[in-house]
Nanobody, 124 residues
Framework: QVQLLESGGGLVQAGVSLRLSCAASGRTFSNYAMGWFRQAPGKERECVAAISRSGGSTYYVDSVKGRFTISRDNAKKTVNLQMNSLKPEDTAVYYC?????????????????WGQGTQVTVSS
């Protein structure tokens, strides 16, 4: 079992930055690829970013490329999502998730463990 706890959400204006953090507890953190997902009202949940077990590979959905950066610290069992130049369309509940994955992969589905989510609201 892996427990995940997100923090860092909030209400911000368009154009500013926000950093989400996810702290993991439980089994060996480095055994899991990690992802950040978001779900806006009336929309399906989407994978925003993912990072491989070592942190050497990353994935970003097209709409956040160049603005968001995912990173992880296996010693501290944390994964972060730095979000710059936020837009109103980034408004959503953001979830941290962990996936059992082969080394080097950045899965966008099939995640096993989920956090409770943190709300990000970007006003225009």
């Amino acid at each position: 079992q892996v427990q995940l706890l997100e923090s860092g959400g909030g209400l911000v204006q368009a154009g500013v930055s926000l950093r989400l953090s996810c702290a993991a507890s439980g089994r060996t953190f480095s055994n899991y690829a990690m992802g950040w997902f978001r779900q806006a009202p009336g929309k399906e949940r989407e994978c925003v970013a993912a990072i491989s077990r070592s942190g050497g590979s990353t994935y970003y959905v097209d709409s956040v490329k160049g603005r968001f950066t995912i990173s992880r610290d296996n010693a501290k069992k944390t994964v972060n999502l730095q979000m710059n130049s936020l837009k109103p369309e980034d408004t959503a509940v953001y979830y941290c998730a962990a996936a059992t994955a082969k080394y080097g992969l950045t899965p966008t589905s099939g995640y096993d463990y989920w956090g409770q989510g943190t709300q990000v609201t970007v006003s225009s």
